[in-house]
């Protein structure tokens, strides 16, 4: 769990291109922030820039009070999921949520211990010896989940990651995250451009248009208080505020616990 502070952040290209525009963002300790957005906003370069895949143009980029701006991504203590993210179907269920202790050469006793409780976690304690190929896809978007969850990272980042899955899988790897979050009171940072995906899963929700942020706050205010006709016409998009947002952590966090699916 960390705060992450972003500052005066901007990037452009090469080309010229302006993908970010000043943006200032804070994420507290445990909170979920959504960064919305349509098709070049720059959620998604704002996410790779978090987790050091792009250098920055200028700005800072803050982790628990220190500049991570130049730091290489392995050193920034974040895990990065991205929409095709993969298993590797091969090896069982625990290994695949074992590959980054391995890889980090951590002892076989510590990852025992921290694989089986993740696997309590997102219910896959019965499906630890088994292939991901015998399981069902919503086990496999949650061993996924698992495999950056062992981890225990500072600062979680999604980018798109339920994007083109079918309608069942999507609304139930949905349920998984928001609950996971809930439970584990960790740092998120989710882009979207699925306005209802980001009022589920942030706690806040940044949005962005061309490079620009033009509102950050929480989904009761962004339906309340729009700063501009943009955010106006995203939120008027959406049904009226109902307890759905409100108490969107209650049933939710039942499922990330409940019993494994075969």
């Given at each position: 769990m960390a705060e992450l502070k972003i500052i005066s952040l901007t990037k452009k290209y090469p080309s010229g291109v302006t993908a970010l525009q000043g943006i200032d963002l804070t994420v507290g300790k445990g909170e979920s922030l959504a960064v919305f957005g349509l098709e070049r906003s720059g959620k998604s370069t704002l996410l790779r820039i978090l987790a050091g895949l792009e250098p920055v143009t200028s700005g800072q980029v803050v982790?628990?009070?220190?500049?991570?701006?130049?730091?290489?991504?392995?050193?920034?203590?974040?895990?990065?999921?991205?929409?095709?993210?993969?298993?590797?179907?091969?090896k069982s269920v625990y290994d695949n949520l074992a590959y980054g202790l391995k890889v980090r050469r951590s002892p076989a006793a510590v990852i025992d211990v921290k694989v089986r409780a993740v696997a309590e976690i997102?219910?896959?304690?019965?499906?630890?010896?088994?292939?991901?190929?015998?399981?069902?896809?919503?086990?496999?978007?949650?061993?996924?989940?698992?495999?950056?969850?062992?981890r225990d990272p500072k600062v979680y980042l999604f980018d798109e990651a339920l994007s083109g899955l079918n309608?069942?899988?999507?609304?139930?790897?949905?349920?998984?995250?928001?609950?996971?979050?809930?439970?584990?009171?960790?740092?998120?940072?989710?882009?979207?451009?699925?306005?209802?995906?980001?009022?589920?899963?942030?706690?806040?929700?940044?949005?962005?248009?061309?490079?620009?942020?033009?509102?950050?706050?929480?989904?009761?205010?962004?339906?309340?208080?729009?700063a501009n006709?943009?955010?106006?016409?995203?939120?008027?998009?959406?049904?009226?505020?109902?307890?759905?947002y409100d108490g969107k952590g209650d049933g939710a966090e039942e499922t990330?616990?409940?019993?494994a699916e075969a």
């Open positions: 982790l628990d009070g220190k500049d991570i701006t130049d730091l290489p991504s392995k050193e920034r203590d974040m895990a990065y999921v991205f929409q095709s993210s993969s298993l590797d179907m091969q997102l219910g896959l304690t019965d499906v630890l010896s088994r292939k991901p190929k015998t399981v069902s896809a919503a086990l496999r978007r949650r061993v996924i989940l698992g495999r950056v969850i062992v309608p069942e899988l999507y609304a139930q790897s949905l349920q998984d995250l928001a609950a996971v979050q809930v439970r584990l009171g960790a740092t998120f940072v989710y882009a979207t451009e699925n306005i209802r995906e980001a009022l589920t899963v942030g706690t806040k929700v940044a949005i962005l248009s061309e490079g620009k942020l033009l509102q950050c706050d929480t989904p009761e205010n962004l339906f309340a208080h729009p006709g943009f955010v106006a016409e995203i939120m008027g998009s959406m049904p009226a505020m109902t307890e759905e990330a616990g409940g019993a």
